[in-house]
């Protein structure tokens, strides 16, 4: 059956196709992170930095998750200490 015939299996097929999105956005999410203490930590290598360049070129979405991680560390870092 398909989802002309069947109004409600596409309803169910867009509904799991969103969190399937969601749950990956997220992993992509807590990897961006995860590099991010990796190649600030002291344990950093070119080894690590080949890694995190292949991941980088793995899916776009890295890349923009890095990049987004990136920028909110660096406005974090800039706030004012009281």
Known sequence: MSGRDCPMCAAEI???????KSTHDELV???AAVWLARLRSEHASAQMQRSFTAWLADDPAHATAFL????TWTAAGNLKRR
């Open 68 to 71: 987004r991680l990136m920028r």
């Open 14 to 20: 867009v509904a799991i196709s969103a969190v399937k």
């Open 29 to 31: 999410r807590a990897e």
